[in-house]
């Protein structure tokens, strides 16, 4: 499945920020979903997931409360809806698609987009 991630852009800290991800093929709804962020001359981070059966959502610990992930299998798209943004959140963003049904490891996404830029300013 091809992905391709967009809405990123640059925001002032405290401000909200709706990331998209879209996907190729029908069958977007049998894959797992996930956004990481990497920060400059940081690892990539798991940010949020949302899974393939039953829709359910899970999230990195610092953005727990303040993200939301969703999808809409019929339009083949993924968000996430980010408030409340701080400006150690400045990274690029990706979504990634995984065959299994729920995790935070890097290494089971299979499929990445190209990554969106968010740039929180203080």
């Known amino acids: 499945v091809q992905l391709q991630a967009s809405g990123g852009g640059l925001v002032q800290a405290g401000d909200s920020l709706r990331l998209s991800c879209a996907a190729s093929?029908?069958?977007?709804?049998?894959?797992?979903v996930g956004w990481f962020r990497q920060a400059p001359e940081r690892e990539r981070e798991f940010v949020a997931g949302?899974?393939?059966?039953?829709?359910?959502?899970f999230y990195g610990d610092s953005v727990q409360g303040r993200f939301t992930i969703s999808r809409d299998n019929a339009q083949n798209m993924v968000y996430l809806q980010m408030n409340s943004l701080k400006p150690e959140e400045t990274a690029v963003y990706y979504c990634?698609?995984?065959?299994?049904?729920?995790?935070?490891?890097?290494?089971?996404?299979?499929?990445w987009g190209q990554g969106t830029q968010v740039t929180v300013s203080s």
């Open positions: 093929e029908q069958t977007f709804g049998s894959y797992s």
């Open positions: 949302v899974t393939r059966d039953d829709d359910r959502t």
């Open positions: 990634a698609a995984s065959n299994w049904r729920s995790t935070r490891r890097e290494t089971d996404y299979s499929s």
